[in-house]
């Protein structure tokens, strides 16, 4: 959430994917130049279009930001509508949401509008199965609802044993 040479790390592309974007037009010299760059820095280099690239990083990328800003801003309207002060009691759950959201507005303004399509494509899959959640709420249908879960947190696990977690 914070940007600036203060806060690098040695190892801050160590055994992290970098995404190199590949086209038909692509010098192989310089994408060559490139790859052995960031492996040298010690990332993982994955090759792909640049469509592949949005598409997937509107799902696992920009609609979490989106989600952060948006769960943040719906605590904002939330204590203001309740005259509550509830920013004090976020717990786990908002307070990593918060920190998600603290990220560059501009850089993300920037993103959400240049990857519009797969995002708002992304935003309408997060709303159907929001919805789904919420009709299993209501009805309290036990079985989907651990269903989904325990299904959802087989990803976490998947996070870890990949070591994608920091």
Wanted: hydrophobic share 40%.
């Amino acid at each position: 959430e914070v940007s600036g040479p203060e806060y690098g790390a040695s190892n801050i592309f160590k055994n992290r994917w970098c995404v190199l974007i590949k086209e038909k037009d692509t010098k192989k010299k310089y994408f060559n130049i490139l790859r052995k760059f960031w492996e040298r820095m010690g990332s993982k280099v994955i090759t792909m279009t640049a469509d592949k690239h949005d598409k997937i990083f509107s799902i696992t990328s920009h609609l979490p930001h989106l989600i952060a800003y948006n769960l943040v801003k719906s605590a904002q309207d939330f204590e203001k509508k309740q005259k509550y002060d509830l920013i004090k009691f976020s717990a786990g759950g908002l307070r990593d949401f918060s920190r998600i959201a603290a990220s560059n507005e501009i850089m993300w303004r920037d993103i959400f509008f240049n990857n519009k399509t797969n995002i708002s494509k992304a935003i309408e899959l997060f709303i159907k199965n929001l919805n789904a959640f919420k009709k299993d709420i209501n009805l309290r249908n036990n079985k989907s609802i651990l269903k989904k879960l325990i299904q959802t947190k087989k990803v976490r696990s998947k996070i870890i044993k990949l070591k994608q977690d920091i």
